[in-house]
């Protein structure tokens, strides 16, 4: 990557979110310490655990190193005195960390000879005062700025602000009125403030709009209001950033779209088929680390190894998007055109003889004397391709993930679900689980009295289970115990005469099976794109001019209808695999193949921030639609959540003194 201004993010070469977040960390902050007259080269970098995990996103150990870091320490375990070294310290601006910062440099005798202090977002007057009151520490202080950088860039395209109890503090049973509630908001407020901060971007602010603000018979709740909220104190960090940050921009330069789990319950529970969801799905992995068995050194037994399946491994950037059966189908093309260059591999080929299966193809590229890093990466992909492929085998989930499409599209109802479940008794419990909460999300009326615990008992699940279907009620679908749900929902999702929540996609042909269905957020965005958003359901804090149609000049709403020439959908059956030539926009590859000439000319970005937690497809999302729209789409998200973790977070919204260790499901 170019070394340049980090700031001027819409002049010459077009920079990701993460490569923007990335460089002002190395070049605004850490080389920013080169001072002229000192004479030390390698500094001490100390974080908080906070702003650790900040650095580790989008910075590799190797890019600190090269800054002239040669040690990084925690602020909070004692550390060895360097007096001859300067430090730099990135934390957050709080009581406790200027309390450690002081008595780490104040007195005769301190840690380090200077100080160089970096805040992750802005801080208080009064803690500055409480600094500049240690007169033994300011002459030891090269710097004292707010870095506004307080987010985790997750990818390229999406950043989280670190609430993983969000759901539960903000529309939990006890949430109304409670302290959390209110600083849970404040700080996701202050993070999000910072990537507009970091990227130099003021947005035009929008949220989805309360139920009781577009029907006045509904009752007003703190849960219902949480975007509303969200949106005015984003709206105020960012007011502040205006009169403090000497460029910060003064009039709008992107889009900022603020909603809530409430607008689609069923992404996060529904099977994604993609390699990247089913890895997190399937996989038991822990975060990006994937565990799996190699050759020991001795070639005698195997031993464990972690990998980390992210985007510097260019298997994995192509194929994360792909359908399984494309990604498998890829794989073993790839295996077999690698063994089609190498002699050696062509003469065991001849004395075996016959065709070769993948994991025959597997074990001969690692008997190759040229077994590279480039091979060991194809190997461990297809060794889990072929797990996942397993697994859905083992699991029945093609039916499952059939049932769960047609629901979502209007093509099944209650017989299809009641016929499943008393045919398939051996189905898991967590896939019966998540079937069930597609179907309450769809159908909230059928589980109205008793109708549905008689429809969860069927299933056999456990109170626990039924836990987790119940407190959908919070995010928006009626309470099953009640007939009178206290519960919102968007004017579109509800009272649909086929019962679908899905309309089908047009000029978007589904060439494999299980496909079709896609995140809400996909229908907002290209709304948002073309000026299409309801005002009274999507209001904007901003109050922009009618002219406004969040469209930049550079992107004429016109070219649409020529781009999808072939919008009458084919009715034909989709296949398991993609056929090769085509290319729909989802696969990574798709994107990269556009990307280096696409994105120096892209118009103005859109941001997208969900509260109560994102899912692999609307990531994925993201990626297909800048690559269709021609402007950078940022997602963001108080976390990350695979099925698994969001339905422990939906039990515990009526969980007491239960931690979310002692929930797994």
Known sequence: MSISDSDSSHSGDHKTFRQISRDRLLYEMLRSTRAKDSKSTWKVLIMDKLTTKIMSYPCKMADITEEGVSLVEDL???????????????????????????????????????????????????????????????????ALSEMNLEYFAIDSQGFVTDHERALEELFGENAEGSHKYKACLNTMAIRIATTFASLREFPYVRYRAAKSSLDASTMTTLRDLVPTKLAAAVWNCLAKYRTTIPDFPSTETCELLIVDRSIDQIAPVIHEWTYDAMCHDLLNMDGNKYVHEVPSKTGSSTEKKEVLLEDHDPVWLELRHAHIADASERL????????????????????????????????????????????????????????????????????????????????????????????????????????????????????????????MQLARLSPDDMNAVNNMHYLGVPDTKKASGGGFSLKFDVHKKKHSVRKERNGEEVTWQLSRFYPMIEELIEKLNKGELPKDEFPCMNDPSPSFHGTPPSVSIRTNPAQHAHSMRSRRPATWARPRNSDDGYASDSILRHASSDFKKLGQRIFIFIIGGATRSELRVVHKLTSKLKREIVLGSTSLDDPPQFITKLKMLSAQDLSLDDLQI
């Open 76 to 142: 909070y375990k004692r550390r060895q005195p360097l007096p001859s070294m300067d430090a730099i310290y990135f934390i957050q601006p709080t009581k406790e960390n200027i309390v450690m910062f002081l008595s780490d440099m104040s007195g005769r005798s301190p840690l380090y000879k200077k100080a160089y202090v970096f805040f992750s977002s802005p801080v208080q007057k009064e803690l500055v005062a409480q600094i500049k009151m240690d007169t033994s520490v300011l002459p030891r202080i090269g």
């Open 332 to 455: 073993h093309d790839k295996m077999t055109s690698f063994i089609s260059k190498n002699k050696a591999a062509q003469m065991h080929h001849a004395r075996d003889g016959g065709e070769l299966s993948t994991r025959d193809l597997q074990k001969m590229v690692q008997a190759l004397p040229q077994y590279s890093e480039q091979i060991d990466k194809l190997s461990l992909h297809v060794e889990i391709a072929g797990k996942i492929n397993r697994v859905i085998r083992e699991q029945g989930l093609r039916e499952v993930g059939q049932l769960e499409q047609d629901l979502v599209f209007g093509d099944a109802g209650t017989k299809d679900i009641i016929n499943y479940l008393r045919i398939n008794q051996d189905v898991s419990r967590e896939n019966k689980l998540r079937l069930l909460m597609i179907y309450a999300a769809i159908y909230p009326e059928k589980f109205e009295g008793d109708k549905g615990s008689k429809l």
